[in-house]
């Protein structure tokens, strides 16, 4: 028997690569409320760095936040957990778990990268996700706008 045949998938979630760039145990979580959640990690292998420019959620633009965008090599950006470091959810996802739907990551540099993404339901483990959250309530571009007359 082959060794390959032994391989089993041991998560929900779905793996692909953009040139230097990982997308690792990616899969979005149907709440009790029917918002779509991103679940997942992305992490640079090259000395170059990237930014996530935009995720989208069964074709819908998410909203999204982070600590920051920035891919810097070996420096993981994850959306949730308890190292969660980015959010990225629609407010209505309109397909039930079980079902595949499109994940699509653009990147500054890198190609474009769209998985077919498993939706996994918002209870047992998932119930309660830990996400991220900015600590400021103001919104970024009024934290940006303040840095800047400051």
């Given amino acids: 028997m ?6 089993k998938q ?13 997308l690792r145990n990616i899969k979005v979580i149907k709440t009790s409320t029917g918002e779509g959640v991103l679940v997942g990690t992305l992490v640079n292998w090259s000395d170059t760095t990237d930014t996530i420019t935009s995720v989208s959620i069964n074709n819908q633009v998410t909203t999204y936040v982070a600590k920051s965008s920035e891919l810097v090599k070996n420096k993981p950006i994850t ?38 993404t498993l ?20 919104p970024v571009d009024q934290i940006l706008e303040d840095q800047i007359t400051n």
Avoid: C, W
């Fill in 10 to 22: 041991v998560t929900d979630g779905v793996e692909a690569q953009s040139d230097e760039i990982r």
């Fill in 119 to 138: 939706i996994v339901n918002g209870d047992g483990i998932y119930e309660v996700l830990n996400r991220y959250r900015p600590t400021s309530s103001a």
């Fill in 79 to 116: 959306f949730v957990g308890d190292i969660a470091n980015a959010d990225a959810a629609i407010a209505v996802l309109d397909q039930s778990p079980g079902y595949r739907i499109p994940v699509t990551f653009t990147f500054a540099k890198a190609a474009p990268v769209t998985l077919d």
């Fill in 2 to 7: 082959a060794s390959t045949r032994l391989i």
